[in-house]
């Protein structure tokens, strides 16, 4: 999509290094500082281009356990390698959480304010306009679709996420106990009154007490215990 390839040339038993120059291009492996899974450094000889050093973490809390995961960190690198930064576009290759392993239009973009477009005048589209297919990212699975143009495919829409991203379901709350049995009958009093209460469909509360008989001092008026003056 821009005007550049790489051209793998094989096994080497260089380590990548950051310190200096070598002319040698190596990627692989080492020990790398803090939550840092990849980095990457493009070396020059004034204006000219020298080399580039990818190493992945092997740490044993943010090591790369997975090939999944090895594509989302190198297609990082390697575009910091072509000297693309960081973009706050999140469902771009190069935010700087890992998000994808295939670029999307601000890395198009990006590459080719570098680089140019593909070197082909009439450049070869990289899909068929509108197809789907498959693809993973940090957070799951689920397919892209290739643009109208036939060019790029669009981000990787997540459709299944890995266990360790799905929230489990709370546990429901435990049954209230019953506090007495539904429809049982109780005495009751109040201060103007006696009569009963009764349990409700649920077993969780009586009702209120439902006089039947007043207190000494009190009359029996309109469905109450008044004070008898």
């Known amino acids: 999509v821009c005007g550049i390839t790489f051209e793998y040339q094989g096994l080497n038993s260089t380590v990548p290094n950051f310190s ?10 080492g020990a790398l500082s803090g939550n840092t899974v990849g ?13 580039f050093d990818v190493m992945f973490s092997n ?51 990006g590459c080719q304010s570098i680089y140019g477009a593909a070197f082909s005048s009439n450049p070869v589209p990289v899909c068929s306009a509108g ?13 892209r679709s ?32 019953m506090f007495c049995a539904p429809g049982s009958v109780r005495n009751c009093s109040t201060s103007s009154g006696y009569g009963t209460k009764t349990c409700n469909s649920t077993g969780l509360a009586y009702s209120a007490c439902y006089i039947t008989q007043c207190r000494t001092g009190y009359k029996y008026l309109n469905g109450r215990c008044r004070r008898a003056y």
């Not at 980095?39 to 080399?51: D, E, K, R």
């Open 146 to 177: 290739c643009n109208q143009d036939g060019m790029s495919w669009g981000s990787c829409v997540v459709v299944q996420a890995p266990a360790q991203f799905v929230q489990p379901a709370p546990a429901p709350a435990p049954p209230k106990a």
């Open 131 to 143: 197809a789907s297919e498959s693809c993973s990212t940090a957070s799951g699975t689920g397919s």
């Open 39 to 51: 980095y990457a450094q493009a070396c020059y000889s004034g204006s000219s281009f020298n080399q």
């Open 59 to 109: 740490e044993t809390t943010y090591k790369i356990a997975t090939l999944d995961a090895l594509k989302l960190t190198s297609v990082h690198e390697f575009g910091h390698v072509l000297g693309l930064g960081h973009t706050d576009i999140r469902p771009a290759v190069m935010f700087p959480t890992l998000n994808t392993q295939y670029p999307v239009d601000d890395d198009i973009q």
């Open 20 to 29: 200096s120059c070598d002319g040698i291009s190596a990627v692989g492996w």
